[in-house]
Every structure is written in C-alpha cells, then in structure tokens.
C-alpha cells in the first residue's frame, strides 16, 4: 500500500474530479493517500470539495482532501499533479469564435483541418498553453519526482511542449479511445474476448487491431456501418462514432477513426452547418457546430449547477445516506425547478460506488507505485513505436504500465501509410508551427497558419482577424509575446 499526494488542479471541473476521487477512493493500494483540489474558482472547489469528502466517507476509504487556490500548493509533495485547468474558460473561445468568423472564418480560426474539436485552440490560447507550461515548470523545481498527467486541451501541443522542454515525467491523457467499447457494445460482444489497439495522434487515432475471439472482426464493423449509416440519427451531438462521417473516414484511410477523430476530419465535412448535417446528422451537425457546440455549452452550465445543488443537499443533510433512490429522489424533489432532474440524476452517478470511470490516471498511478500492471493508452513520445515518425513527436498509443515505468507495445499490424502520409504528417506539421509560435513568440508564424487556410482570401484578412483578436484585454500577455520580433 503507497499513500500518496494526488494534486488536481483546475479540481472545479466537476465531473472528471469526482471521476477520479471515485477512482482513487476504489484503489485499496493508494489507501491513506491525500487529494489536494485546486481551483480560481471557490464556489466550484466547495462543491467539489463536499461532494468527494462525502464520496470518501460513503465508501469508508481513508483518503484526506484539501482545497487550495494556490497552484503551489497543489504541487508540492505531490507525487501525481493532474492538470485540467482551462484558462479564461469557455467564454474566451466564443470571443475569439466570433471574432473570427465577422473575417469569414467559420468556427474560428483555431478550427483547422484535423483540428475542429471547439475547445481545442492552438493558435490563440496563448494563456492556457503558458499556463500549463509554468505548472510543468514548477513541478521541476517544487516536485521534480512527481508525474504530470495532463488532461487539459490542446493534450497533443502540451504533451509535445513539456516533453520537449521540461525534464519531468509527464504524460498526456485522454478518454477518446473509449470510442472502441462503444463500437463493441454496438456489435453486442463480450469486452474480454475482443483484442484491440489503436494509434496516431491525440484526437487523431485508428483501430489497427480488433480481434474478437482470436480472429480478425473487422468485417462486423463493415456490417455494422452498412447496415445504421443509412438512416442514422444521432441520440445527442457527440454520437457521432458510427455515423456517415465515420464510415466515410473509415473507406478513405483504410482503419476506423475512434472517438474524437471523428470530430476531426478534413474540410469535406465542416466547410458550414449544411455540410456538417449531411455527414453528422440532423439536427445538429455534430458537436462542433454552432448547434451542437451551444447544446453542449447549456448543458455543461446546468452540470455545474446540479452539481452545487447536490453539493448543498449533503452539507444541509450531513447524515443524508450517499448512495440511495430515497436521497436521489428527495434531491430530485427539492431542485426539479432549477435543474433537470436527468442532470441532478447523472451528478448523482457519479456517486454510485459500482461505477468505472473511464479515466486511467488513478490506474496508472497505482501501476506505477504498487506495480499492479495495466494496459492504457497513452500521450507520449514516440520513439521509435510508429515508423516515420519522430521519436520526439508525442503519439497516443498502446501502452503497459507497472513499477518499473511505462513500457509502449509494438503496433501490429502497423498504421497505414495514407493515414501516416496524409492525416498524421499535416496534424503534425500543424503542431510544429503553433510550438514554434509559442516558442518564438514570432507572430510570422500565426499568420502563416492562415495564409495555409482555406477560408483566408487575402493577407489583410489575415492581419485584421489576429489584430481583433490581440486586442482582447486578456491577451495582453500574449500581444506582448508576439511583438518581440
Ligand atoms: P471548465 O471551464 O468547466 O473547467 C475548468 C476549470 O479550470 C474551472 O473550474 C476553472 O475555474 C478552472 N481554472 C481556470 N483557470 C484556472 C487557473 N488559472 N488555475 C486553476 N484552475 C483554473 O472546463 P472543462 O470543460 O471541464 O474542460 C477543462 C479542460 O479539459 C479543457 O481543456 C478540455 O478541453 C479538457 N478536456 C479533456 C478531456 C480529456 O479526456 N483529456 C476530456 C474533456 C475535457
């Protein structure tokens, strides 16, 4: 058993804490361990911070909280620092969103091809990629044994900056590559029996392997595609995994794009909301349209608020029982007219003591420390795993971890080429120029990101959009950054 200090900063962002509190609470060998929630914002980190204390006291795991405002804090002696802070928030991509679009940049100008996902912005999110730079830097100098797990967007350019740039342990992680149990639960096979890899990049991989009961399934996909494309209405904007736009992406590159790789495809798809409809379903286009990005923008603001109002039923109710339809319903009851009860329910969820979370930092933390071995997917560098690419670019793969490290598994069968040649190589590129961007602080760089764009009809368009979008108050750091060369 290893009690540990686990650090989770931006700890507001309700859902994945209380995902990985559960986690850590679940995790017998990380007993005794303390989770430290830092947050800006205070309302977020009380609620936050009842709801996993109650969590911890339901399952009777002995794990301590604090709460913190202070990134310091959330460092030091800690041996894990989770990052999923977003800077500015939501509402900084929206202002930029429109920004760009009154210059004819649908979606702004940090949707790029095989870039579309909403939150995801490498060109203008100056703020959040320095932000996590320093944190990585304080690690160095407050905890330099800890490992960073960084859940925070852009995964790909981050994992990419701090490798190359800070000498910490540090990986990137992200949920997408559960799209592969949605296609397994959708074909109706025993998850234990399918053998499955995927690879590429964050947001940009590929099932390469999908074995089931030792021989290859991927003609059930093909079946499955043919037979639910043809009439495919999705249930909500992120169901988009067995879709046209998927099967599409699956004929031309040869492998099935998974999870949020979907969201990423070429211009073909997102060139305007008509075209988004026709490949991702009526009515909304997929999730990073302006229908689908707003249904999910309301809904994550009703999240928050569900979750303060549960937060506030146990702090009234501190003998309340944790995990009963009696409480749900009583909660249900006293909230119905501010919030949803679906969404008081799904907060409730997250309460539930049988529930997986999805999410590997507490799995692998717990490899690493008390070496019960496990297989995840992972950001980092990949040296040597995918041919033609370099060692030094960060790769979402295949991974095992236990006490000795992290160790990659070989790709086998190896990634197409047309995947390697003509999604992987521009995503990349792409990633290069917007590290040598912030990097250099040479706004030649950004201007060049839209020169190479599509929608750019000339170079004043060019200069006007960044201009506006420079002159936003919060970007004063950032404008500087840019006016050096
Ligand atoms: P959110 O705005 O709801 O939550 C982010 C939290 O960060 C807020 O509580 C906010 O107060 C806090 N924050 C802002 N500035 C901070 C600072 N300087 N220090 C500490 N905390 C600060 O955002 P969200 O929708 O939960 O997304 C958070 C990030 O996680 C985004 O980058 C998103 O793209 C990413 N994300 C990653 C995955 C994954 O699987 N890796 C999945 C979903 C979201």
């Known amino acids: 058993m290893t009690a540990v200090k686990v650090g989770i900063i931006g700890a507001g962002s309700a859902a994945f804490s209380l995902r990985l509190v559960g986690d850590l609470c679940k995790t017998k060998g ?10 800006i914002d205070e309302n977020r980190l009380m609620a936050v911070h009842a709801l996993a204390k109650k969590f911890a006291e339901g399952l009777g795991a002995d794990i301590k909280f604090e709460t913190t405002t202070n990134v310091d804090d959330a460092i030091r002696d800690a041996s894990f620092v989770v990052n999923t802070a977003l800077v500015g928030g939501h509402s900084y991509f929206e202002k930029v969103r429109q920004i760009s679009e009154k210059y004819g940049y649908y979606r702004g100008i940090d949707s790029q091809e095989f870039n ?10 100056y703020n959040q ?16 044994k800890a490992w960073l797990l960084q859940a925070a967007n852009p995964v790909f350019e981050l994992t990419n900056l701090i490798t190359r740039t800070v ?18 639960e959708k074909l109706g096979l025993d998850p234990n029996k399918v053998e499955w890899e995927v690879a590429g990049v964050n947001h940009g991989i590929w099932l390469t392997k999908f074995i089931y009961q030792g021989k290859d399934a991927s003609p059930l996909i093909d079946e499955l595609l043919e037979k639910e494309v043809g009439n495919f209405k999705p249930t909500d904007p992120f169901d988009d995994q067995i879709s046209l736009v998927a099967k599409d992406m699956y004929e031309f590159y040869g492998k099935m794009p998974i999870g949020d790789t979907v969201r990423n495809g070429s211009w073909k798809y997102h060139f305007d909301l008509e075209t988004k409809k026709k490949w991702f379903g009526e009515p909304w286009g997929g999730v990073d349209s302006e229908l689908g990005w707003k249904w999910y923008q309301d809904r994550q603001a009703e999240i ?11 702090q009234k109710n501190p003998n309340a029982k944790l995990f009963s339809k009696d409480t749900l319903d009583e909660i249900i009851s006293q909230t119905k007219n501010e919030v949803k009860a679906e969404l008081t329910q799904e907060i409730y969820n997250l309460l539930d003591p049988q529930r997986k979370s999805g ?18 997917v992972l950001n980092l560098p990949n040296n040597g795993t ?32 047309r995947i390697k040649k003509m999604y992987l190589a521009p995503r990349i590129n792409r990633m290069e120029m917007a590290l040598e961007a912030y990097l250099t602080g040479d706004r030649k760089v950004l201007e060049e990101f839209l020169i190479r764009d599509p929608r750019t009809k000339s170079y004043d368009q060019v200069v006007k959009v960044l201009n506006e979008i420079l002159a936003l108050p ?3 750091e950032m404008r500087d950054h840019y006016s050096k060369k």
Not at 30 to 39: I, K, N
């Open 167 to 184: 000498p910490i342990n540090m990986v990137g992680i992200c949920h997408g590559h559960h799209g592969v149990d949605h296609i397994i």
């Open 116 to 125: 579309m996902v909403s939150d995801y912005y490498t060109i203008t999110n």
């Open 474 to 476: 919060e970007n004063k």
């Open 129 to 144: 990629i320095k932000f996590m730079h320093d944190v990585a830097k304080k690690i160095e100098k407050l905890s330099p």
């Open 30 to 39: 990380l007993s005794g361990s303390s989770v430290t929630l830092m947050d």
């Open 386 to 417: 995918i041919s033609g690419i370099s060692d030094d670019v960060a790769v979402e793969i295949p991974v095992y971890a236990d006490k000795d490290g992290i160790h990659h598994y070989e790709i086998n069968p190896p990634l197409p080429e």
């Open 304 to 314: 928050a608020t569900a979750m303060q109002k549960v937060a506030d039923y146990f």
């Open 359 to 376: 999410e590997q930092h507490i799995l692998l933390a717990n490899a690493l420390l008390n070496g019960e071995k496990v297989d995840l």
